[in-house]
């Protein structure tokens, strides 16, 4: 797949398909000059086929002459209501509706309402992620043809560098979306640290992993009290990306890593939703997807660690009980009142460890709450920080790559609910305010002295249906946002 601009206007441009965004308020004229170049009676037809120019609408016609084979009009609705994700969103369409046709696309829209430069890089995003589809479990593959070649057309001035970036990140999402696709037959811990360790070399990270044995040496015991009941071995991963020259800022991404996630003896039942529990590993899908993608863009100046503590819930034999008390490696005692609740227990070692690595910042992201998905949705991941300076980073990363964010509050009160009679902490609070709770559960285990964010992203890393950019399955959520934080850091 390729992705260039062409100056050209649409009208001399010579392709197999062409993509034209339409406003709603001036269809009529848009579509007369297009009559005058393509084909007589367009108007009509789309009358016919009640095409009004409104936001998601398509209109497809095969063309005769020597111009386009295929003309695919998307409403854009008025300019004044317009949003870059609107863009995203119409440019998904439009190449949905082009699959089956070979060859050049070209496509129009309006690059001039916004920044340019993200308007190219927002709509080159979008070309090769809703292409994505994920062939790897099938026999004999069903391969889509789609064209290859895609020109933006009606632009020239733009860097380099953003045009460049486009295939890297979408990279890195793809690759999320792999990781976090693949079942847990597939993709057990062992394979994640495999993969890990596969992408450190390919793009020059330095990588460590930690076995269970060195986990022990640590007293990981919140991590490894997880790991036990599965007959798998637990990974810690460990990639550090260093950039070339001086490093003025040092950053710690830490993804939750559950393979999968069947609730331990609190064992997940009803509406749980037990077989997608695959989806568990969704926060170091995302940490891994960021790794590879900016260990091939090397933004100065900036050094990031990316940590997971990958395992399993399982239960067998060994498996912990609930009400077990265990002891993470910064020394507090934690009474697991719910084996579900297993996503913090890994997640507080990988924060000590993090913390340990003197970071400048630290964000986690995991799939760590049924009550994130209730309050957002599955188009929102909610943020938690104390740390106002980097809840804004973060949100304005998330918004200039479309993906929602919303910061939440970390309610100090509310760690009242954690309190053990026994232990230092229980590992669940009531249910209300459950993903406040688990965000104030994690806290207990970074330095005050770092700034931390918390993303939870129990909603966002799985579509059970095509939107905008995201087909179905895996959304390979947080890549884009981690990737634009990173370079927002390292420009500073
Ligand atoms: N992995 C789940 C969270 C989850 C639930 C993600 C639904 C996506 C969809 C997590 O480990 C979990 O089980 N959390 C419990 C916590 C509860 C026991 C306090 C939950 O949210 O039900
Ligand atoms: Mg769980
Ligand atoms: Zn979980």
New binding site residues.
């Given amino acids: 797949m390729e992705i260039s601009l062409n100056p050209a206007e649409p009208r001399n441009w010579h392709g197999s398909v062409l993509i034209l965004g339409v406003f709603e308020r001036d269809l009529v004229e848009q579509i007369k000059t297009l009559e005058l170049q393509y084909q007589k009676y367009l108007l009509e037809r789309l009358k016919e086929n009640n095409f009004k120019g409104k936001p998601g609408e398509v209109s497809s016609s095969h063309l005769l002459g020597d111009y386009s084979h295929k003309l695919i009009l998307i409403g854009l609705g008025n300019p004044e209501n317009l949003l870059l994700d609107d863009l995203r969103k119409a440019t998904a369409i439009g190449i949905r509706e082009s699959i089956g046709s070979k060859g050049k696309l070209g496509i129009a829209l309006p690059w001039d309402l916004f920044n340019p430069e993200s308007v190219v890089k927002a709509v080159g995003e979008a070309i090769q992620l809703s292409l994505f589809k994920d062939l790897r479990f099938q026999s004999k593959p069903e391969r889509n043809t789609h064209p290859e070649n895609f020109e933006l057309l009606g632009i020239s001035k733009i860097s380099e560098k953003t045009l460049k970036e486009i295939p890297s990140i979408c990279a890195g999402v793809e690759l999320a979306r792999e990781l976090v696709g693949a079942p847990a037959n597939s993709l057990t811990p062992t394979a994640l640290a495999e993969k890990a360790l596969l992408i450190a070399n390919e793009y020059g990270l330095d990588s460590k992993i930690l076995e269970k044995e060195d986990c022990l040496k640590r007293e990981m015991g919140a991590y490894l009290a997880v790991a036990q009941g599965s007959d798998l071995k637990p990974k810690f991963i460990h990639l550090i990306y260093r950039p070339e020259g001086p490093i003025k800022r040092r950053l710690a991404i830490v993804g939750k890593g559950?393979t999968f996630?069947s609730?331990g003896y609190?064992l997940?039942v009803g509406a749980?939703?037990i077989e997608?529990?695959k989806?568990?590993m969704g926060g170091s899908a995302a940490v891994i997807g960021a790794a590879r993608a900016i260990g091939e863009l090397r933004p100065l100046n900036i050094e990031v660690h990316f940590i997971i503590a990958a395992c399993e819930?399982m239960i067998n034999g060994s498996a912990i009980h609930p009400g077990d008390i265990i002891q993470a490696s910064n020394g507090k005692t934690i009474e697991i009142n719910?084996t579900?609740?297993?996503?913090r227990l890994t997640l507080a070692d990988a924060l000590v460890y993090a913390c340990e690595q003197e970071p400048d910042a630290i964000v986690d992201l995991a799939?760590?709450?049924?009550?994130c998905?209730i309050a957002l949705g599955e188009e929102i991941a909610g943020l938690w920080t104390d740390n106002n300076e980097l809840a804004e980073s973060l949100i304005l990363a998330a918004n200039n790559c479309g993906e929602g964010l919303w910061r939440m509050p970390l309610k100090s009160s509310y760690r009242e609910g954690l309190k053990s009679m026994l232990a230092d902490i229980k590992n669940?609070g009531p249910r209300a305010g459950?993903a406040i709770t688990?965000g104030l559960f994690l806290k207990e285990f970074v330095n005050d002295s770092i700034p931390w964010a918390h993303i939870d992203i129990?909603?966002t890393?799985w579509s059970d249906k095509d939107r905008g950019i995201d087909p179905a399955g895996a959304t390979g959520y947080g890549v884009r946002t981690l990737v634009n934080w990173v370079c927002s850091q390292s420009e500073d």
């Avoid at 799939?367 to 009550?371: C, E, H, I, P, V």
Wanted: without cysteine; negative net charge; aromatic residues 4%.
């Fill in positions: 559950l996630d609730g609190n997940k749980a939703q997608m529990m989806f568990d819930n719910n579900d609740a297993e996503g799939t760590l709450t049924g009550a998905v669940t459950g688990a129990a909603g890393v």
